[in-house]
């Protein structure tokens, strides 16, 4: 893919095929199949559509109970973990907050698939650390401990640390979450600049739609609509599957689709 007129050289492909999963006795997905190359495919839907739960089966927190996942043609759970985050990388929402280590030594621990432990002494890994700092913007909190930290601050760093292992697929499980504005449109803004294969789950459809180059709708645990966001948003899909009453114009500043809704019914 090129983008902006860059070729993408360090994306891989992500094949999610045919996937379904159980928790407790209870199907919570079935029969998802999403493939993605060197492009931002983000993931909307209402809660409890399943978003989170397909993400966790490409990270290997919850094994499909059937189907597959695929990251640069290796089957994720047929390998060891070690070697699946040598291409593949996450964000996730529960990330630990509280160790007991710098912003440095978080963002170092990325390395670890590598084979080092907090960044090593190899030029390689201080270069792919320092780099991730500065592409995620934390490198002024290199001293500072996590546990200091704010919300907006430790997502940050965790993009950081995601980025540091040098990741051909990218997942992003609500990324957004307790960043400003400002931070939102950046931390965004510098995923798509990435050229990275990246799955990333939002609650805020407009940012999806800015930033995305396809949507995957999901409801009750299945795929309803996937596409590019001005093919997929229109007003009967919102109102069938959000419940809301929606007009899409084009934003001025972007020409990229924006969403504008109620929950009232229009005349």
Same mark, same amino acid.
């Given at each position: 893919m090129i983008r902006d007129g860059k070729a993408a050289s360090v994306s891989a492909a992500l094949e999610i095929d045919d996937v379904a999963v159980d928790i407790a006795g209870r199907r919570i997905v079935? &029969?998802?199949?999403?493939?993605?190359? &060197?492009?931002?495919? &983000?993931?909307?839907?209402? =809660?409890?559509?399943?978003?989170?739960t397909i993400l966790r089966t490409v990270y290997r927190m919850l094994r499909p109970a059937t189907g597959s996942v695929h990251a640069a043609g290796n089957d994720v759970w047929a390998t060891s973990a070690r070697n699946a985050a040598r291409v593949l990388a996450a964000v996730v929402q529960d990330a630990p907050s509280d160790l007991e280590?710098?912003? !440095?030594?978080?963002?170092a621990t990325g390395r670890v698939a590598h084979g080092t432990m907090l960044g090593g002494d190899r030029p390689e890994d201080a270069e792919a650390v320092e780099?991730?700092?500065?592409?995620?913007?934390?490198?002024?909190?290199?001293?500072? *401990?996590?546990?200091?930290?704010?919300?907006?601050?430790?997502?940050?760093?965790?993009? +950081?640390? !995601?980025?540091?292992?040098?990741?051909?697929?990218?997942?992003l499980?609500?990324?957004? =979450?307790?960043? *400003?504005?400002?931070?939102?449109?950046?931390?965004? !803004? @510098?995923?798509? *600049?990435?050229?990275?294969?990246?799955?990333?789950?939002?609650? *805020?459809? =407009? @940012? +999806? !739609?800015?930033?995305?180059?396809?949507?995957?709708?999901?409801?009750?645990?299945?795929?309803?609509?996937? &596409?590019?966001?001005r093919d997929v948003f229109t007003p009967q899909l919102l109102q069938r599957v959000f419940g809301v009453t929606a007009a899409i114009i084009t934003n001025p500043l972007t020409n990229r689709p924006q969403l504008v809704y109620t929950h009232r019914s229009t005349p």
């Open positions: 079935e &029969g998802i199949s999403i493939s993605a190359h &060197g492009e931002v495919v &983000g993931l909307v839907g209402p =809660n409890g559509s399943g978003k989170s280590l710098t912003v !440095a030594e978080c963002v780099q991730a700092m500065t592409l995620a913007g934390v490198v002024k909190l290199a001293h500072r *401990d996590m546990s200091s930290l704010s919300g907006g601050e430790r997502q940050r760093v965790q993009l +950081a640390r !995601a980025l540091a292992q040098k990741p051909s697929v990218l997942v499980d609500e990324p957004t =979450n307790h960043l *400003d504005i400002r931070h939102q449109l950046e931390l965004l !803004a @510098l995923v798509r *600049d990435l050229d990275i294969t990246t799955v990333v789950t939002l609650h *805020d459809l =407009n @940012l +999806a !739609a800015s930033y995305c180059d396809r949507i995957v709708v999901l409801s009750r645990g299945a795929i309803v609509a996937t &596409g590019a966001p």
